[in-house]
């Protein structure tokens, strides 16, 4: 295909503006234009190719491109912000499988680029099926402990071996049966590794799914020799790779952890009985917030859950205009279920991102704040992580909320969150309790707060 | 030959990729996402040429389903990730 100089160049363009549109995000302010600039270099890239294409009646390839088109565009204005995660890991699961069929057409159509194209159908087929698992478990199809079970490594170390024969067996004889043996050991090797993934692993999945999109499309454009294929699936395959590794370093496990260890559930046996908690009313809480100087304010996925932040932000905003109180709002990188996830939400709800900080700009400040308001949040806040070398969330960089004069904990209940492990917060002399559903408590302050 | 220009290409591109990417501020990461995973679609001109060049049914109805699938891919992708920055433009404060 490089004898098309003119079109090589388009791609080189194209290719450029894909780097300087990720380069866009650096900062909010430049982020959008960089969007554009994606845009523009797909726009190139796809009308070169329709250009270059041999033959005259290309009907169908206008129609499936146009359907195409108004089926992503109708899904991606409609979905929510909370089904953010869902909706990425479905959308790299598209992708995944385009590389697929794209890899199988090759290999149909006779002698290929064997190992390349076997890189691009594995690869892609690992982001489809795993994505389907993702995107199931994100979207409440499933449990998140669904699909554990003893023997669990053993039964997916054997099926690695099964795999790497399979795989073998293909590039010795590079035909249609042995890629469709190939591609369907893959799907059920993905299923069985993400099926046991949840809660607050996800994030970390939901990245290296969208580095494999990435990894795949390289491998495809090695098996056709088209650079725009390898460069493009370069970055985003690095992309996908580095936020899976800032998401393993938040959570402190490793990929290998995350996919073999699963945290012990003991969720559910509380050990209230065992220690003196203080639980509040929304009144009282109103009465601290309101004589505060500096709150800050700690969402977790529990938060998105109850869809509290709007009156999250309402809250935010009597605060700091009817009372004066300096209000920050602190993010963990792993709050929501996808990178960044947490942020979007509240930038949705209005919250302006200058009074939005990540854990490292704002732990410090802590010590310094009169109260911290916990919503939907748990393991993040937990002290253990600091302290205790037995716990299994040692290590984890967690938010300081217990350095704040009062600390609110805004949960249904004193169960353990996601790692299983009691937060000793809940039973320290600065903390309150406040009981009930996220977006309720939240409504009930806001309600006293704007009455006084 | 050809290959290891191509790879050469390859590991030049990630090294690009990591720099821009540890660039990109962490508030912004799901946009990141999903704009990565739009311009993943660039699988398309694959697919694109794929069908043009089909000599069989079978190629081609297949090549034609992985154009609807990165369509889908695209145009999805740039539709989330612009409605997410919208979200992030500046906000009047007080």
Redesign the interface.
């Known amino acids: 295909?490089t004898e098309n100089y003119w079109l090589f160049l388009i791609?080189l363009v194209?290719v450029c503006l894909?780097?300087l549109?990720?380069?866009g995000?650096?900062?909010?302010k430049t982020?959008?234009r960089?969007?554009w600039l994606?845009?523009a270099?797909?726009l190139l890239?796809?009308d070169g190719?329709?250009l270059a294409?041999?033959?005259e009646n290309?009907l169908?390839?206008f129609i499936?491109?146009?359907?195409?088109?108004?089926?992503?565009?109708f899904?991606?204005?409609k979905?929510k912000?909370t089904a953010?995660p869902q909706?990425?890991a479905a959308?790299?699961g598209?992708?995944g499988?385009?590389?697929v069929?794209?890899g199988?057409?090759?290999v149909?159509?006779g002698p290929a680029q064997t190992i390349e194209v076997s890189i691009g159908i594995v690869i892609g087929g690992v982001a489809f099926a795993g994505s389907m698992v993702a995107y199931a478990k994100l979207q409440g199809l499933l449990k998140p402990n669904f699909g554990r079970f003893t023997y669990q490594n053993w039964f997916n170390g054997a099926l690695s071996l099964v795999l790497l024969y399979f795989w073998y067996l293909f590039l010795l004889k590079p035909d249609n049966l042995s890629a469709y043996f190939l591609l369907g050991i893959t799907f059920i090797w993905s299923v069985a590794l993400t099926l046991p993934i949840g809660g607050a692993d996800m994030p970390v999945i939901?990245?290296v799914l969208?580095a494999c999109?990435?990894w795949?499309?390289?491998g495809?454009?090695?098996s056709?020799?088209?650079?725009?294929?390898?460069?493009?699936?370069?970055?985003?395959?690095?992309?996908?790779t580095?936020?899976a590794f800032?998401m393993t370093k938040a959570i402190n496990r490793t990929l290998f952890e995350v996919l073999f260890k699963r945290l012990n559930d003991q969720s559910g046996t509380s050990t209230a009985d065992k220690h003196f908690v203080r639980s509040g009313s929304p009144a009282d809480a109103a009465f601290i917030l309101e004589n505060a100087a500096k709150v800050i304010i700690v969402p977790g996925y529990g938060m998105a859950v109850a869809q509290a932040q709007h009156i999250l932000h309402t809250m935010a905003s009597v605060l700091?205009?009817k009372y004066n109180v300096d209000v920050k709002f602190a993010?963990h990188?792993v709050a929501?279920r996808?990178?960044?996830?947490m942020?979007?939400l509240l930038?949705?709800a209005?919250?302006?991102?200058?009074d939005?900080y990540?854990l490292e700009s704002i732990n410090r400040e802590f010590s310094t704040a009169d109260c911290a308001y916990v919503i939907g949040a748990n393991d993040i806040t937990n002290p253990l992580a600091r302290t205790d070398s037995q716990s299994p969330l040692y290590g984890m960089p967690v938010l300081d909320v217990g350095k704040a004069k009062t600390v609110f904990f805004v949960k249904r209940s004193l169960n353990a969150g996601y790692s299983g492990v009691d937060n000793p917060l809940f039973y320290a002399d600065n903390t309150v309790m406040l009981y009930g559903d996220a977006k309720k408590v939240t409504e009930e302050i806001v309600q006293v707060l704007e009455q006084n | 030959m050809m290959f290891w220009y191509l790879l050469a290409v390859f590991v030049l591109a990630c090294f690009i990729g990591y720099f821009v990417v540890w660039d990109v501020t962490p508030a912004l990461h799901a946009p990141l996402m999903s704009v990565s995973n739009a311009i993943s679609g660039i699988v398309i001109i694959g697919a694109l040429m794929g069908a043009a060049y089909a000599k069989t049914f079978e190629i081609e109805t297949l090549s034609l389903a992985a154009v609807f699938l990165s369509a889908v891919n695209i145009f999805g992708g740039f539709a989330i990730t612009q409605r997410m920055l919208g979200l992030f433009k500046k906000k009047d404060k007080k």
Not at chain 1, 25 to 28: G, K, W
Not at chain 1, 229 to 239: C, K, M
Request: aromatic letters at 8%.
């Open positions: 295909m791609y194209s894909f780097i549109s990720i380069q995000l650096s900062s909010p982020a959008q960089g969007n994606g845009m270099g797909m890239a796809v190719t329709l294409l041999p033959g290309h169908w390839i499936t491109l146009l359907l195409g088109g108004i089926v992503g565009i899904t991606g204005l979905v912000m953010l909706m990425v959308f790299n598209v992708g499988l385009a590389s069929f794209i199988l057409a090759e149909w159509r939901v990245s969208n999109s990435g795949a499309a390289s495809i454009g090695f056709l020799g088209n650079m725009a294929l390898i460069v493009t699936g370069a970055i985003v395959g690095a992309s996908g580095i936020l800032v700091s205009q993010i990188p929501g996808m990178p960044g996830h942020n979007v930038a949705e209005n919250v302006s991102y200058d939005v990540e």
